[in-house]
């Protein structure tokens, strides 16, 4: 009798559910793993940092919190849960609308490279540290974002279509980040994704005639996985009080203004998605900013006034830059490249009006840790 083959769904460490896909890799299909390979300011990147420094964090100021959230993790309550079950209904890929089958198929390479690019970094931590505290977090991370990236590869199979995350470690491009843009850029990746797969699962939850790929059905566990590495971030900006205040704060709010504006113009470049999820973009990224917002309160000593005026309708300008730039683009020629220079200094100005607009300040509570309450 054969043994069955092992899902990355069931690993119990990153080396394993990478070793799992790497067997697997030979389905691999170029289409996918360029897709991935694409660096641009929209598309998910791979990033690296000053190692040493993040493994000098003492975790002390913290303990308290620290060791509950990592039992909670040790406990690992989604071992098993992202793997196709009887509940992953059959998805007809050839009776799928074109627009919506590119928008989705989109969706799904752009979300496996942003899992594993947590995965990736977190490895390396692990990999490289010598901080019991900072190896176990990052090793439990690493985990998780394993299994999410293998179970997105999973769905794209379907469709004959496959990351290649192997060649993708090794190929793909890393940006250099220092510890501390790694904490805000990652904390808020975390929380912003969980805001945003809560909200999908929440809306198809209440409109079920509107989930068209099973791979939403998992939305709810996925999510507070990801809180759950939110929460960690947290906890690291709070052993040291001076990443969250003085000048930071002026960082902060160049990455909060910089992730929603990316998700907002990468949104709106995937009409048919939304429509086929009955979602209205706009709605979804109001949904979206307000919950993120709220939860960042929990260590950020200001959030963005996504209810100025400005916000709005700047986002809107943006969005249409972005798609002036991606015209000029396929136009070529030098009218082309002069179009995508107006469209990127539009873009910059658009950036620009975005972060000036006035932040709202607030208190930080004494401790940061929340529970996932959407
Ligand atoms: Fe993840
Ligand atoms: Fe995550």
Redesign the pocket.
């Known amino acids: 009798m054969n043994a069955p083959v092992k899902h990355s769904a069931d690993a119990a460490t990153v080396e394993e559910g990478l070793a799992i896909q790497e067997e697997q890799a030979r389905f691999d299909d170029d289409f996918a793993t360029e897709t991935a390979m694409s660096n641009t300011l929209l598309t998910p990147r791979f990033y690296t940092t000053d190692f040493d420094e993040l493994d000098a964090i003492d975790v002390s100021p913290v303990r308290e919190d620290w060791d509950k959230l990592i039992a909670q993790m040790v406990s690992d309550p989604n071992k098993g849960h992202f793997k196709k079950n009887e509940d992953w209904d059959h998805v007809d890929w050839d009776g799928m609308d074109p627009a919506l089958k590119k928008e989705f198929i989109d969706f799904l390479i752009s979300s496996c490279t942003a899992?594993f690019s947590?995965c990736v970094l977190y490895k390396e931590m692990k990999r490289r540290g010598n901080n019991d505290d900072i190896v176990q977090l990052f090793q439990l991370?690493a985990r998780?974002?394993a299994r999410?990236a293998g179970f997105i590869n999973d769905a794209l199979r379907e469709a004959g279509l496959r990351v290649n995350l192997g060649f993708l470690t090794q190929s793909k491009k890393y940006t250099y980040f220092r510890p501390k843009f790694i904490y805000y850029a990652t904390y808020l990746s975390?929380k912003i994704?969980y805001a945003r797969y809560i909200t999908i699962f929440r809306h198809l939850e209440a409109n079920p005639e509107h989930r068209f790929h099973p791979i939403f059905k998992w939305f709810e566990e996925w999510c507070n996985?990801?809180f759950s590495?939110?929460e960690a971030f947290a906890l690291l900006m709070k052993t040291d009080p001076r990443l969250t205040s003085g000048k930071n704060v002026f960082w902060i709010k160049f990455f909060l203004t910089a992730v929603y504006a990316t998700m907002y113009v990468r949104d709106h470049q995937r009409p048919a998605f939304h429509k086929a999820l009955g979602v209205d973009p706009d709605w979804y990224a109001h949904e979206v900013f307000t919950k993120t917002s709220e939860l960042t309160k929990q260590i950020f000593p200001i959030t963005l006034n996504i209810d100025h005026p400005r916000w709005q309708r700047t986002l809107e300008a943006l969005h249409r830059a972005n798609v002036q730039i991606a015209r000029a683009k396929t136009r070529g020629g030098l009218g082309g490249k002069l179009s995508q220079m107006a469209g990127s200094a539009r873009a910059a100005w658009c950036f620009a009006s975005l972060y000036t607009i006035p932040a709202k300040k607030h208190r930080v509570p004494a401790s940061t840790r929340l529970e996932p309450v959407y």
């Open positions: 899992e947590g991370m998780d974002e999410h975390e994704g996985d990801e590495h939110g």
